[in-house]
């Protein structure tokens, strides 16, 4: 059982570059979330989907986009990268079997660390 | 102000000692509270979670929760020096999305 998988596990870009990180789990959960985390600033919510077919901002949305393809898959896009969003990122998610509630813990993921030039 | 707030530390214990990490949030609606260990390099893994006013014991570990006066607490007893690492406290909210707020995390060292 593979958990939270993301994918790349570092990447190096250069200012104005775009990419896309993945992130995929396998364990039915309705919830999953992008975070970022940079040292002093704890972990940081930039996006969030409760469900297949929608997305809602969190606390640092500016400069991302999401997209959750499937219950399975929920992608981080960075259209125009810049030396700010240089920071290890999360992915995670949660439900009780199929159902997300309040007493439900957050899986992560094993991070991205990126880095922009 | 954050709404989940931790001594940023480091808190240095000895080897054998109990580590106590503290842990207040703001929002009163918090229903469900988390701690996560996390290792220099690594991603968050889930030690223990609470949702009862009181204690809760799993191993060495021991959450305390307190409605109340707004904290949770973890005990970590007989600390060793694999116990060292980031401890984050995260709190989720009834009501709404769930959305979990973290805190910025306590590093406790634990030294021989």
């Known amino acids: 059982n593979a958990g939270v998988t993301q994918t790349p596990k570092f990447q190096v870009l250069k200012t104005g570059q775009s990419m896309t990180l993945q992130c995929a789990q396998d364990?039915?959960?309705?919830?999953m979330y992008w975070y970022r985390q940079d040292p002093g600033m704890g972990l940081r919510l930039i996006y969030y989907s409760a469900s297949e077919g929608t997305t809602d901002k969190g606390e640092v949305p500016n400069g991302y986009n999401v997209s959750r393809l499937n219950k399975r898959e929920f992608s981080l896009r960075l259209e125009s990268a810049a030396p700010s969003q240089t920071s290890v990122y999360f992915c995670?998610?949660?439900?009780?079997?199929?159902?997300?509630?309040?007493?439900?813990?957050?899986?992560f993921g094993n991070g991205t660390r990126l880095t922009v030039t | 102000q954050k709404e989940v707030e931790q001594n940023s530390g480091p808190l240095s214990v000895p080897e054998g000692a109990i580590a106590s990490l503290n842990c207040t949030y703001s929002?009163?609606?918090?229903?469900?509270f988390f701690w996560y260990r996390q290792y220099s390099g690594k991603s968050p893994e889930l030690i223990m979670f609470i949702y009862s006013n009181g204690d809760k014991e799993d191993g060495r570990f021991t959450a305390q929760l307190n409605k109340a006066s707004q904290y949770v607490s973890l005990l970590i007893r007989d600390s060793q020096p694999s116990d060292s690492a980031t401890y984050l406290c995260a709190v989720r909210r009834s009501g709404g999305s769930y959305i979990p707020t973290f805190g910025r995390g306590t590093s406790l060292i634990v030294h021989p």
């Open positions: 995670a998610s949660s439900g009780a079997g199929s159902r997300d509630t309040v007493n439900s813990p957050l899986h």
């Open positions: 364990m039915n959960h309705n919830s």
């Open positions: 929002d009163r609606g918090s229903q469900s």
